[in-house]
């Protein structure tokens, strides 16, 4: 089966072909080409709803035709004959830039007669875990250094699942394709907000997260203990806006030169990233998880995946982690087709439409 997947619930526009048959653990990608207005809400230091909108509109039609024209034709056939599907991010997300997704995905269904399936962009953030060549952290039968050795390993249920993007920290726990149970999240700010925002307090480039991360190398993560909220809590909860205040505190007492920037990035990082791993912990000995997902754009953080996998081993927990290629941690169309073909009904397109506000069940 070949999907044609898009994804445009924010500033990044996404056309993927992916592949997969019925058996496979997990999906190819034959084609995945992204289009960013990042550069320009860099310029604000923040995304401006208007204009990712305006510049989805730009880039949709390139990135599909791109992705189509990339994979081979059979015997000169319409490109469109070899794909049985289309998938679509209907949220959450900004409604413009969803808009322009989901009615080019309903344009090519009504006029290629082929089903739509519907994504929820969260969901496809967990499937970038399905995708072949994704690494896993193995700690089973105790070999504890093997290091990422196997990456397309079937994932096994029930699994712990910590989304961290920009504007979501959830923690789920994953029964099977169908069922995926909600555990908690975030009360305030999303852990990549807090980068973000913290970011722009540093002075540092937008978007935050990557760049506390490449400051943090050279700061000294022990210099401020900042505030670890909710991390001895009950619940699976989060809660990252006192840390935001706590930083622009630690600012404002300073002059902030180069060595400030540093230390202050490393140790908020070393808070945003001790508080995920013990709350991911927690829910996955509570409920024996057998496997662990890391999703979404902070997934990407090398400090909160190397951090991961020591604190797994030191604790002798026995549970593999698995994390996305780091390309595939941010927003790309590929893990939305990998999320339709695990979990998605095939819709007439009249039946599609945008839902912003969708979460979980
Ligand atoms: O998943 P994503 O691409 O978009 C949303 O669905 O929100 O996540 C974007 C978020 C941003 O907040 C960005 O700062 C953060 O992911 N991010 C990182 C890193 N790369 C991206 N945060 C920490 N370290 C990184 N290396
Ligand atoms: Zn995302």
Redo the contacts with the bound molecule.
């Keep these: 089966m070949k999907i044609l997947a898009i994804e445009t ?2 500033d ?1 526009t996404s056309a993927a072909i992916i592949e997969a048959k019925k058996d496979d653990l997990k999906v190819k990608i034959l084609a995945n080409f992204t289009a960013s207005s990042l550069s320009l809400h860099a310029k604000t230091g923040g995304i401006i709803p208007e204009t990712a909108a305006r510049e989805q509109i730009k880039y949709i039609l390139p990135v599909i035709e791109k992705a189509l024209n990339s994979i081979p034709r059979i015997n000169n056939q319409n490109i469109e004959e070899s794909i049985d599907a289309i998938a679509v991010t209907i949220g959450p997300g900004l409604i413009g830039s969803l808009l322009v997704g989901v009615k080019t995905a309903k344009t090519l269904s009504y006029v290629w007669n082929k089903p739509i399936i519907q994504v929820n ?1 969260l969901i496809g ?1 967990i499937y970038a875990n399905f995708i072949r060549g994704n690494s896993k952290f193995e700690t089973r039968n105790s070999k504890l250094n093997t290091k990422r050795s196997k990456p397309d390993t079937d994932i096994e249920f029930p699994a712990t699942v910590l989304i ?5 920290t959830d923690l789920l726990l994953m029964k099977n394709h169908e069922k995926i149970i909600w555990l908690g999240g975030t009360r305030d700010d ?4 807090a ?2 925002k913290i ?1 722009r307090i540093l002075n540092l480039p937008y ?4 760049n ?2 490449i400051a943090a190398l050279k700061g000294n993560e022990n210099a401020i203990n900042f505030p670890r909220p909710l991390i001895k809590s009950d619940d699976f909860d989060f809660s990252f806006s006192g840390l935001k205040t706590a930083a622009l505190r630690e600012i404002q007492k300073r002059k902030l030169n180069v060595k400030d920037v540093e230390d202050i990035s490393a140790s908020v990082q070393k808070a945003i990233v001790d508080v995920l791993i013990k709350k991911t912990l927690k829910a996955a000995q509570k409920y024996n998880t057998k496997s662990i997902l890391l999703a ?3 997934a ?3 400090k ?1 995946r190397d951090q991961f996998e020591s604190e797994i081993r030191n604790l002798k927990l026995e549970i593999p982690l698995f994390v996305p290629q780091k390309w595939l ?3 790309n169309a590929a893990m939305i087709g990998a999320a339709a073909f695990f979990t998605g009904k095939k819709t007439p397109w009249r039946k599609i439409a945008t839902n912003p506000e969708l979460y979980f069940n």
Excluded: M, R, Y
């Design positions: 619930s924010c990044e962009h953030h961290v993007s920009g504007g979501h999303a852990a990549g907000e980068f973000d970011g978007p935050g997260g990557p506390i991360e979404g754009g902070v990407a953080n090398q909160l941690c941010t927003d």
